[in-house]
């Protein structure tokens, strides 16, 4: 297993137990308890989670330390993934609305080959992607920039929001569980998700697998106001997912296509 591979392995590991001892993930791994306690201080300087006497507990995305600058790295491969997939699923000639996010920020680098498209964007990072790309009608929706995700929110970006219609809205999500559907940790992302499913004709909603079985603060919707759902393929594994294929199954039953990548 690669260096990236077994760090990828382990954060996914501490996020859906919510704690785990040095010794647990020693073994669940196959390395030693050293391997483990140097890959355990490396994320905990990325911010991703958070070192206990014995082991770790997770650190869900916030403003403080898991932010965007401190998330847009990880499993950079995966997202690159998912945001190919994603943009493949949009038709040129449309109206997108491009949702705040690190893996949207992938979408966003792909989005380029669909072109003709009109892309409204919630993010600041998105918008210096698209910027000047040949074929690409580039919105900035107004609002305020939420300190540490770049992402705009507040009542401006609402009523401009309002204001238009999107053939497809792009959507980022901070967690899915099986009963209280799609959710995020900040109320004010929370609020601009919501007009944006409701101004737009279909929602992609995009997320690497360790957003499932996760219910954050805030509720966006319920599963089937989504059309698709894109996560990558490891979230069928119930070794390092417990809640992913129970997730999966709500999903489907809630009549959204679900895509693994």
Known sequence: MSVGNRLDLTLRLVQNSGKLSVSELA??????????????????????????????????????????????????????????????????????????????????????????????????????????KPGIELLVVGGRSRPGERSLVGPLALRTLEALSFDCFVMSIGGVHAERGWTEFSLDDAAVKQVGLAQAARTVTVADATKLGVRAFSQVAPLSEVGAFVTDAAAKDVRTHPNGPLTLKALRESGVETHLV
Do not use: C
């Open 27 to 132: 073994e669940r791994l196959g390395v030693s308890e050293m391997t483990v306690r140097r890959d355990l201080n490396a994320l905990e300087s990325q911010g991703l989670l958070r070192r206990v006497h014995g082991g770790a507990i997770p650190l869900r995305p916030r403003e403080e330390g898991g932010g965007f600058v401190a998330r847009r790295e990880w499993q950079a491969m995966t997202k690159a993934r998912l945001g190919s997939a994603v943009a493949a699923m949009v038709e040129p000639g449309s109206r997108v609305l491009l949702d705040a996010g690190t893996t949207t920020v992938h979408v966003a680098e792909y989005l380029a080959e669909r072109a003709p498209l009109t892309v409204a964007v919630l993010s600041l990072q998105a918008a210096a992607v698209l910027a000047d």
